[in-house]
């Protein structure tokens, strides 16, 4: 189908000027049929785990103060896009807006109300379950006011729910694609979109999807982009964009590495190595669908959207002459051992393998000796207790916090030697293409 597919992130709707910039760099295209991914506007997604937070724990107070500081923040975007008319005699209503001006407002105050209504009930439900219910609303306002911006502009734009095109199984915060019942829904809703009005434009929300029961489910943090490979893979377009605040996909994070370089051409494989040991400018489940069928990913810059940016595609041989730096903070080391300092075999390990699989801890870096077996893995507070409390049940536990996980594609001496230099490295792991160094932070 010849539709171009487009996922903008956070970073990219993060400001009025920000959403404005979206309808400029959507102007560029303009007379092609057009899927939009929206993610929650800047660090919203942070903001609303804080909100669930405060609500499992109870804590009313804390939880009012985040929510009314998110609402705050939307509706100062949503006033800098609609000013206020002036008219002194209207009734005033938050923000300093007339209750029967642009229809963004109620629109979004709707949305509110239902996220307020939510916090006001006692949880019933697990936390995952509560998170992507809550969460989910992230996706819900940044579309809000983006359709309505765009409907503003004169662009022809339908609005379409998430939660109606991705159908999920019921793994909340990590839901698995029914991809039968997502392309059904795809076909009925997006295709009589584009073949019936060419030029239109659709959007929707990425991240999130609904499980059979209708509950809002989500795809895994950041995972607006497999979204985008998710509708794109259904409609089988030839390309899907992905527009970052960096000109294209780097060798390293320039956040905290001086003068990285733009790779212009990547292969899948390559991608799906970099995403897998952690690489934040693209979501790990966003290859696949893409390469299946043979769709070529796009990473380009909305600040610079005439640049070219970094093209990902099946390629059959592919070289690079340049190190890849990876880079994941926030890390803990567990060594895991038996009791009676027995060897470490096949039973224990699948011991081990069922917990992490039940508590959906992914282990970063594995080793093993004969008589241990050592994790490296996201030092997520909540699920790092269980999964200490349930492996010391069978083994003893030793870790290691505060730590720092570099990942080197295609290493030499001389990339090792920068990211060692006066740290301290508690453990090196070495393949022919990769090492990997977890460091002590000191």
């Known amino acids: 189908m010849n539709v171009e597919v487009f996922k903008f992130g956070g970073a990219s709707v993060?400001?009025?000027e920000g959403v404005r910039n979206v309808a400029r760099i959507l102007d560029l295209y303009k007379g092609k049929s057009m899927m939009l991914v929206i993610s929650a506007m800047g660090k919203t997604t942070n903001a609303l785990e804080r909100i669930l937070q405060h609500y499992m724990d109870g804590d009313a107070v804390s939880m009012v103060e985040e929510y009314y500081k998110l609402r705050d923040f939307h509706l100062t975007i949503a006033n800098a896009l609609f000013p206020?008319?002036?008219?002194e005699g209207a009734e005033r209503v938050?923000?300093?807006r007339t209750v029967d001006e642009h229809p963004l407002f109620p629109d979004l105050e709707n949305l509110f109300d239902e996220l307020r209504a939510i916090l006001k009930q006692t949880p019933t439900a697990g936390y995952d379950e509560c998170y992507d219910h809550i969460v989910s609303y992230g996706e819900l306002f940044s579309t809000t006011i983006l359709y309505?911006?765009?409907e503003g502009e004169g662009l022809p734009v339908t609005r379409f729910d998430a939660r109606k095109l991705i159908s999920t199984d019921s793994s909340f915060r990590d839901a698995r694609v029914d991809w039968k019942k997502t392309q059904l829904a795809i076909q009925k809703q997006l295709f009589t979109l584009f073949q019936d009005h060419k030029g239109s434009i659709g959007l929707t929300q990425g991240f999130i999807g609904s499980d059979p029961d209708g509950r809002s489910t989500t795809l895994g943090r950041e995972g607006s982009d497999f979204t985008a490979a998710i509708l794109g893979y259904?409609?089988?377009?030839?390309e899907v964009t992905i527009w970052k605040d960096v000109p294209g996909i780097l060798n390293a994070?320039?956040?905290w590495f001086d003068n990285p370089v733009k790779l212009d051409l990547l292969s899948f494989?390559?991608?799906v190595e970099l995403a897998y040991f952690g690489a934040t400018v693209i979501h790990p489940k966003t290859i696949k669908p893409l390469e299946n069928a043979n769709i070529t990913l796009l990473v380009k810059s909305f600040l610079h959207p005439e640049e070219e940016g970094t093209k990902v595609k099946s390629l059959q041989e592919w070289k690079i002459d340049i190190p890849i730096f990876i880079r994941k903070q926030n890390q803990v080391l567990i060594s895991i051992m038996p009791r009676d300092f027995s060897f470490v075999v096949e039973q224990n390990l699948s011991q081990i393998f069922t917990i992490l699989a039940q508590l959906h801890v992914k282990a970063n870096v594995m080793q093993n000796s004969a008589i241990s077996f050592s994790i490296c893995t996201d030092n997520d507070q909540k699920k790092i207790k269980l999964l200490i409390s349930e492996l010391q049940k069978s083994f003893e536990i030793r870790f290691n916090e505060g730590l720092e996980l570099y990942t080197i594609r295609h290493y030499n001496d001389g990339a090792i030697q920068r990211i060692i230099s006066g740290k301290n490295v508690i453990l090196e792991q070495k393949t022919r293409n990769t090492i990997h160094l977890i460091v002590q932070i000191t």
């Open 94 to 96: 938050s923000a300093g």
């Open 253 to 255: 994070d320039p956040k």
């Open 14 to 16: 993060n400001s009025a």
């Open 84 to 87: 206020l008319i002036p008219d």
């Open 148 to 150: 309505h911006f765009l």
């Open 234 to 238: 259904c409609m089988r377009v030839k």
């Open 269 to 271: 494989l390559e991608a």
